[in-house]
């Protein structure tokens, strides 16, 4: 074991860089680096700086608070250790930069604090504090708070049971070691065989990412070696496939044969990533430029989609600085050019912003200034290079809630153009990249400014914010020298997007293309001019609070605190966001398939590169269609699914624009049809454009449907009432809108520890005796809430009550109207359990219920199920007594609000920690929560003033609920003691991948071997399939309440999951109907005796959508919990030691170290 003490900061290294930039650091460490890192940049050593005065602030402001605080030097002296233990067993408040080491690990904490609990060193106990200038935590500083931890554990006699990060804008953030600790542990371990194995022979291939220190040594090393990243547009992926066929430089990428097959490499790629070598490699002409060449053109891509210039047309761009202290973003300057004659020099505008406020109005002036010249130039174009501007124009919309509307209609008018996606489908440039400043070379001579690119414009703010000039460029006394270097960078930022875009255009015309301005549709101009009444109504509730908001718990005119109010104003534009966001990531969409076929292979809402394989005819009595077929790589992680009326998919062909109902869409085989009508194919053809099918590869993108339209309207009506007749919310969302607990729970939830039987009994008086509430039912995995509820539904019901049943799907609705109906009929309910639909729901009224209009509802309808556009009609307000929401963990808030009245009370049903709300957009403040989210306010299980915790499982076996219960419930779930007899008698014995043999019960990881698997891994296939085989025939038994159900297991009693379709797909194939197969979200609700779960990925680097959807705490919650007897997690064991990427991503690959073992 080398007897060299590590350090937290190399053990941080490791996690993030475990091959390169970890060696590096060890051969440093080892005193055996005879090279040179670059020197550091004026940018790093500015972050520094701020570094230390960002822990300076904290250390003051905690003097000044009165608090005792001992400041250490910190070097690991032994004077210093001495010094920190000195200080502990004297109980000083807060050590500074305290050393502290074990027998393999030293360091010098930032900070600890002193707590209340007991250990050696008497009544008290520390912590660490790691300060750090992010505004967001990192991964890193888990490692380094962890590690800390450890180093404490000696000195206390226990480990600190948490943590806490000081992060850049004064903010503390505490944590749980237990969140971590098990994944820090197997880092530990990982980093101690990365040293005991060292060899300073053996130099890791160098690799592009992320490597610390050593980013900066490692991309010279690549650059030196002519590395393939090199090549301008190389994705990694491509990089390590070219790689892996002996191709690893520029010019061995140059020399590749036409024809060449690569694997995993489409021919276009290849040839595009070839063609980009070729140029950069050769040399610049007489004048100093490099080689470009012109693609070949096509139908709207590249110079093709220029839109025509118009007199009006603007070039933008922006500067902006992340204030790690302060802990946000600052937008510091708008600049933008513009012409007054068509042929006239460009012009300069700036709009100027040095804190969040002057942000706000630096923007507003900006998108007015904009908006008036539109008044003059109604054709005119908002023209900015790579996508920050758009994405900024978002942002800053929703962050400072102003202009909403106007930038929505931006985005969906595409006002702003980027011309990087032009650039890059017009031509190919022999240089590294396509950034503006090496297009410029092409078109316009060296820059004069002094600040020549956005770091030195980020270090030149940096220095002018503590330089003490005035906050005005210019050059005169009364103004700054340094912001007027900076706004002279932007200016020429802005003029050579003018010269950019003129040069483009001759280009255009050179190739004798029409000039074809960007034409939106009648549907898309009424999406881009559409009113927003709901945004000003939800602005007249904003202007109403006080500012600034000293007391949001007060209560304002209208009866809710500023807290409710200024929630209930961002609840009303969330359905307008949520669309908002679906045409925005559709513009998108729009613009990245102009870069290639390939380029959304990896989203999850377009086909790429789809090839057309056929056409055939279909006549119909009204009007025929062609039907043209595609087909196309089924591995992509699709989740576009066909339907049929209101929710019937339509995929656009973005080279034409044509948009196509979906005939068949199998994403299984990779195969998709789309029907394109004669009448308008032929009103195409008769204007010369063809039937608009390409017939090379192209992609198909998911244009978006507005299904929401009827729920704003009627929000719309209730906000108005509220607003402008000062009418009260209903009680019950009022109450939950102001998060009021409900006091006389606590007797009711003390009653149920002495009695679980009498659950349902107890909530039902508890709702009869109380109206204008809200109370939640968290129902964990197994502990029969569906039962409970249905039982509460007709004990209601027999008391006269009315009751309404909604939730986010069809399915769930159905399942609870069925199981109402068997309950009512039991208890002998007299009134009728109805489907409120306006479809015929036959599957429905097959099972004994009846399917009714709105109108046609009555007092005899005592159960009514339908979905929020039914309920949120103003002819069924208040005809409920209770509005029951199941599944409410995938109900949103704002869909609770729309249809509340209904009822007078509210009963929220579901498990926060399993399967979430699907959301798009990113709302303000709680507005994007669930309704049982946001009621449980980010609690594990429910407080005893809120609602009912279902405390026991009565499905899984007990060892296996102890894990879920750890894993999810703060160990409150418990199993039924019956339980204990769940069990699976193999008929032959099976032997696990670590050499022991299965359990009959319980959680067991079986860990299968792969690398480079993605979204299909055909060992874990293998594995699942002889797991299967030797589990069919043998006996499991249930507990089943006083009896025991025994049987053997076939195809319906195991159930197979995964989390991507062509896992399933493949899974489906290779068992042949030998097991139930499907996604996680398909089978929540469901159980059965053995449970198998395949992870599919081999590290969290391959997984399509990353560990935060791979290892989703509530999905991996449901798979686990399907099991009665047995859970069998199957998985790579490199999942566990991939790269955390965010906190997140640490806390589940924590929770899979945990169900490891």
Known sequence: MPTRLITPSQLSLFSISPVIGAWWEELQAQKLFEGSKPAVSELDQQLFADGLRHEQVLLTKLEKAGHSIARLPGKQTDADYAATREAMAQGVEFIHQASLCNDEMRGSADLLKRIDR?????????????????????????????????????????????????????????????????????????????????????????????????????????????????????????????RASGISTMEDLAAVPAGTAIAGLTGEALHELRQQAELQLQPLDADGRPAYRLRPIESGKGLAALPAADAGDIWFDMEGIHDPVGGSKLEYLFGACYRNTPEGEPLFKAFWAHSEAEEKRAFEGWVDWVEERR?????????????????????????????????????????????????????????????????????????????????????AYLHWQSSGEPAIPGDAPNASPKLQAIEDYNREDCESTVFLHDWLLKLRREQGLPEQPLQLTTDEEQEAREAYPLELLSQRLLDELPDPLTDPDAIGPRGLSWRAQQLLAQLLPFHHREAKVGWWAYFDRRNKAQLSPDALIDDGEAIAAAEWT?????????????????????????????????????????????????????????????????????QRIANGDGDGIPKGPTSLIKVPADISKSIRASLEEQ??????????????????????????????????????????????DFLASHS?????????????????????????????????????????????????????????VSGQVVKCSNSKEE????????????????????????????????????????????????MSLANLLV?????????????????????????????????????????????????????????????????????????????????????????????????????????????????GRSVHAPEEIDRIEQLVDALLGSRYAISRGNRTEEGVLDANTILVTAPYNLQVNRLQQRLHGRARVGTVDKFQGQEAPVAIHSLTASKGDDAPRGVGFLLEPNRLNVAISRAQCLSIVVGSPGLASGVANTVADAEQINRLCEVMG
């Not at 501007?389 to 809630?401: F, G, S, V």
């Not at 894990?963 to 007899?981: H, K």
Request: proline share 5%; aromatic share 8%.
């Open 899 to 1011: 249809m509340a009245r209904c009822a007078r009370s509210i009963l929220v049903v579901g498990d926060q920690q399993q399967l979430a709300q699907p959301s798009q957009a990113d709302h303000h403040g709680d507005s994007g929560q669930s309704c049982l989210e946001f009621w449980m306010q980010g609690e594990a299980v429910v407080p005893d003033d809120r609602g009912v915790f279902l405390p026991t499982s009565w499905r899984m076996e007990p060892s296996l609920t102890a894990m879920v219960s750890e894993l999810f419930y703060e160990s409150r779930l418990q199993a039924n003691p019956g339980n204990c007899t769940n069990c699976i008698t193999w008929r032959t014995a099976c032997q696990g991948s670590d050499g022991s043999l299965y359990p009959g019960q319980g959680l067991v990881f079986e860990a299968v071997e792969h690398s």
């Open 118 to 242: 007991p250990s050696l060193l008497g009544e008290w106990s520390y912590i660490p504090i790691e300060c750090k200038l992010a505004s967001k935590p990192k991964t890193t500083f888990l490692v380094q708070a962890s590690a800390y931890c450890e180093l404490l554990t000696p000195m206390l006699g226990h480990l600190p049971d948490q943590f806490e990060l000081y992060l850049g804008g004064g903010k503390f953030q505490p944590y749980g070691t237990d969140q971590f600790w098990a994944w820090y542990q197997l880092l530990r371990q990982r980093y101690r065989r990365f040293r005991e194995g060292f060899d300073p022979a053996v130099i890791p291939e160098d690799a592009p990412g992320d490597h610390g220190s050593w980013s900066t040594f490692i991309e010279q090393r690549l650059e030196e070696a002519r590395d393939l990243m090199l090549v301008a547009g190389m994705r990694q992926s491509q990089r390590q496939k070219l």
């Open 843 to 890: 599957a429905m009224a097959d099972a004994g219920i009846a399917v009714m209009k709105p109108g046609q509802l009555d007092e005899s309808s005592a159960v009514v199920g339908g979905t929020t556009w039914m309920f949120c009609r103003e002819e069924l307000a208040d005809q409920f007594d209770l509005l029951v929401v199941d599944e409410a963990g995938q």
């Open 375 to 459: 008044r003059q130039f109604p054709g005119l174009r908002i023209y900015h290079y790579a996508a920050y501007e758009k994405t900024a124009m978002r942002r800053l919309a929703q962050q400072h809630a102003t202009r909403e509307a106007e930038i929505d209609g931006w985005l969906r008018g595409e006002l702003l153009v980027d011309l990087l996606p032009i650039v890059t489908s017009s031509i190919v440039l022999g240089e590294p990249s396509y950034s503006i400043k090496k297009v410029e070379y092409l078109y316009m001579d060296a820059r004069q400014a002094g600040v020549t690119n956005a770091g030195d414009s980020v270090v």
């Open 719 to 764: 906000a108005e009432a509220w607003i402008d007749r000062n009418q009260r919310l209903p009680a019950a969302i009022q109450q939950l809108l102001e998060r009021q607990p409900l006091p006389a729970l606590k007797a009711l939830n003390d009653e149920l520890k002495g009695d679980a039987n009498r659950v349902s009994a107890l909530i039902t």
């Open 772 to 828: 204008g509430i809200t109370l939640a039912l968290q129902g964990p995995p197994g502990t029969g809430k569906s039962t409970v509820t249905s039982q509460v539904i007709a004990q209601l019901a027999q008391h006269g009550k009315r009751i309404a049943i909604s939730s986010n799907s069809h399915a769930a609705i159905n399942n609870l109207l069925k199981k109402a109906k068997r309950t009512c009929a039991d208890a002998g």
């Open 614 to 682: 056929g056409v055939e005819e279909r006549p119909s009595a009204r009007t025929g269609a062609d039907i043209h077929h595609f087909r196309f790589d089924p591995s992509q992680p699709l989740k576009l699914h066909g339907g049929e009326g209101d929710k019937r998919l339509q995929l656009e062909l973005p080279d034409t624009g044509l948009k196509l109902d979906v005939d068949a869409l199998d994403a299984e085989q990779g195969r998709v049809s789309l029907k394109l009508p004669w009448s308008k194919r032929d």
